[in-house]
């Protein structure tokens, strides 16, 4: 038996541990997962905040393997890579011929005097990276009248829109002078700006936190560095992430941002030591997007199970960023942001709407997608990303997409009998009409038996409601595939 240990029992550790089993016929796994519950959708944390989705729903169906065995509760806290051992917090040792870290990332938390005390942070206080989190800023939220969010990158904004569904009064706090600005130009941020205005939500950019002020041990006010006191009864702080590395780092293996691996995922020290997710550090650097972490996944169980020629790819949804926003739809993908969009090698093509609160950007090179920006219409936006993720070539006018998106003609308004067998349905994972209708054909006849069955829906969820009809459409002939050129795929 080859012995695999993984170290993480997140969306990239379990989905490991399922490629592994199915690959390498003995492969004998062991998962630690420090948390007390089954791997869940950590991409639909903020659903949770806003109500819209319960703990329960965003369980993913782990391996039900005699070969597998998930320890859920325990962490790993000694890795000994003499003796190839792994000590966990139970006292257990296990030993292994691979070790694989999929640890993930923390929340990165500022240094924001009164925020935290000897006993952790002050009630009223949160960062939002586990389901703990999320179930505790729920809590506070059924008696919170007013919130601050510190961050307006994409969990900050889909938590603040999701505590603003709760009736919460809430100001958004961001460092930089425009929201998402990784993603966002200036004129998409105006946009998204006045879209959260109309939900109720403040915006303050260019401003950060100095200190919070607790009174009889829960947040009351939070103090902003131009001296302003504002009142408050929760902060969720939404600064970013930082890899997890401390065992790693105390295992004497060679950390950067994150732990350092080749391009077949091992870590210079030691070669029967790996790291995936958003743990590892490739030579391209990591997306902190979970699409990287399922394609290394599935690299590394291949490598381990000897196939030959195995590569990085990169894969098809990587560097499409989606906010799963209540009332906020918003979606960026490639060339965005702050970019020349003087350079002649590109066609950039906008349409602006602040007072209907849609922005779509396209932007063009070679026939090609090669980016876009797309705020307040999610059909077009699920279009733009098809077009884009499968590398599909474009209209000859490529304003056309423009023209669709005011007519509201989306093609992904989808009716199953127009769609062809190839069309996908879930870029996440890219599975197809013709993988679903099969599994239906099968007996899966429910959105959960799909996602077990094929994987889709399990990653942002926005294809959740396509499944859901193509589960219930009666069996019909699948339409021709596409012509190359189509307005709108």
Known sequence: MTRIVVIGHGMVGSRFA?????????????VLGKEPQAAYNRVLLSSVVSGVANPES??????????????????AVKVDRAARTVIDSAGAVHDY???????????????????????????????????????DIVKHALSARRAVVLGAGVLGLEVATGLAKRGVAV???????????RQLGWEASAVATTSLTKLGIDVHT???????????????????????????DMLVMCCGTIPETSLARQAGLEIDRGIVVGDDLATPRDPAIFAIGDCAQ?????????????????RLAARLAGVDGVTASEPRSTDVVRVKASGLSMATMGVSGDFD???????????KDPEGGRFIEVVVSGGLLVGATCIGDKAIAADLATLYTRKIPVPSDPAQLLIHALAGQASAAKDPAEMADDDIVCNCNSVSKGAICTAVAEGCDTVAGIAKATRATTGCGDCAALVAKLVTAPSTPTAAPAATERAVP
């Open 341 to 351: 969009r003087a350079d002649p090698r590109l066609r950039v093509l906008s349409l």
């Open 206 to 232: 260019g401003v950060s936190l100095a200190g919070a002020q607790a009174t009889r041990g829960k947040l009351s006010s939070v103090r902003l560095e131009d001296g302003s006191e504002v009142l408050t």
């Open 282 to 298: 490739p030579p391209g650097g990591g997306t902190g997007l979970v699409a990287q972490g399922w394609e290394q996944s599935s």
């Open 97 to 135: 011929d691979f070790l694989v870290f999929a640890t993930g990332s923390v929340a990165r938390i500022p240094a924001i005097q009164g925020v935290a005390d000897s006993d952790g942070f002050v009630s009223g206080v949160a960062v939002l990276k586990d389901m703990a989190d999320a179930q």
């Open 58 to 75: 965003l369980t993913i169906a782990g391996p039900d393997h005699p070969r597998v065995a998930t320890l859920t509760g325990v962490s």
């Open 171 to 181: 100001r958004v706090v961001h460092h930089a002078d425009r929201l998402m600005e």
């Open 18 to 30: 399922e490629e592994v089993v199915e690959t390498l016929a003995d492969a004998d796994v062991t």
